[in-house]
């Protein structure tokens, strides 16, 4: 995962709980990656996880409230990455048609070593979409929490059902989402 997720995720817990609950945590990870991690890096996906991890036992939080905490807080710091005529739109549902190419276009131009998730969405009807999200990761969680971090910063209620494909290797989430 790009150096830029684990800042935004140091900048998070700092928020959260101050510099010295994040002292503590960093004392108590075991990371893969030895030097600090920076914006433009690349780490082990496996190393977000112990921050997470070590995090959720320091604070008492299960991993899944940590994660959609997480996503729940992001979005308006996702937006600052990439050009605003990518990010910035008139209804939520034209960010969801856009995210695909939000994530495997204009994430790889800044950062050709990304690996992105894969979102398929299509248009349903006024006020509806139906997002695929696949990535080995299946980070359902955080997922959910960019969701509802969207739906806050547009000010329109997103509600969704999901079915779960289940495949060779991971899994793939069917989200219904309906604005409003
Ligand atoms: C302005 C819009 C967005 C930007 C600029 C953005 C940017 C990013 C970046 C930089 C990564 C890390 C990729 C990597 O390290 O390879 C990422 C991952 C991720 N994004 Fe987004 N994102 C945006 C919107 C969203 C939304 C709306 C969702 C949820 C529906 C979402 C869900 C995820 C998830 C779950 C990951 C974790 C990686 C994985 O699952 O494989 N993102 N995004």
Known sequence: MKGHIFNLLEQFIIEQAGDEAFEDILDACHFITKDPFIRSGTYPDEDLIELVNKTCERLNLSPKDAHFGFGKWIFPHLTKIAPPQVTTFQHPKELFLQLDHIHRVELKKIWPDAE??????????????????????????LVEGVIESVAINYNTPIKFEKKVHKGPEHNVYEYF????
């Open 116 to 141: 992105p998730p894969r979102f398929k969405c299509i248009d349903t009807g006024p006020d509806t979409v139906t997002m695929t999200y696949d990535s080995r990761r299946e980070m359902i969680d």
């Open 177 to 180: 989402l309906t604005f409003g």
